[in-house]
């Protein structure tokens, strides 16, 4: 994803991004996205709704870590407990990082007696730890619409995904590489709709 993207990443540790649960704590990077456009475009004051995303069974329920191999094997280990769901961390960093921007005037997950004027949905494909033979890979495929609530129109459709290899093969290496490559699909995610959002504000 090469995208010349104007956001500042700040990498830190910190007990709010870590996905896992006490059960096994693992502290994994912050992400920090500064506004991706400026001031003048927070004037389009439209509400975007971040729908709680989708999933693939065993995804959809279980906060149990699961791994994939290059065989499209998938097991999950009962040791190993994310801190929520995937859906729950996926909509949730999502919605942040869609209010970070400053594209829309608001930004909510839930449904509001406002109705919003677009709407984000989608669904988890994968959310895995993925091991081959060159090494251990975090790996995210996330299925996202961006809909607009005034036209009835799907204004995008498309599979975010994103690959990122662990520094090492232990757990905590394969759970940061996870936490990353869902960090480059929600920086994607963000970027489609501001160029969808800005282009449509031209055309009006």
């Excluded at 999933?55 to 149990?64: E, K, N, V, Y």
């Excluded at 949905?121 to 081959?132: C, P």
Aim: proline share 3%; net charge positive; glycine share 2%.
């Amino acid at each position: 994803m090469s995208h010349n993207l104007q956001i500042s990443l700040t990498i830190s540790k910190s007990s709010n991004w870590s996905l896992l649960s006490p059960r096994r704590s693992i502290t994994v990077f912050l992400l920090d996205t500064k506004p991706l456009c400026k001031a003048s475009l927070r004037s389009h004051r439209k509400f975007l709704r971040v729908a709680r995303f989708k999933a693939i069974t065993p995804l959809r329920q279980d906060s149990i870590v699961t791994y994939r191999t290059e065989s499209a094997l998938v097991h999950s280990s009962t040791n190993e407990h994310w801190k929520t769901t995937p859906p729950d961390i996926v909509t949730r960093k999502l919605a942040q990082a869609s209010g970070a921007s400053r594209i829309f005037r608001r930004v909510a997950q839930r449904p509001d007696r406002q109705p919003a004027n677009h709407l984000i949905r989608g669904k988890i494909l994968r959310f895995n730890r993925l091991e081959t033979v060159d090494g251990v890979y975090g790996e995210v495929w996330l299925e996202v619409e961006f809909f607009d609530h005034e036209t009835r129109e799907i204004l995008w459709s498309e599979v975010i995904r994103d690959l990122q290899k662990a520094d090492a093969e232990h757990t905590e290496a394969a759970i940061e590489a996870v936490s990353r490559s869902l960090r480059q699909c929600i920086l994607e995610i963000v970027h489609l709709v501001k160029e969808t959002t800005a282009s449509h504000q031209k055309i009006r």
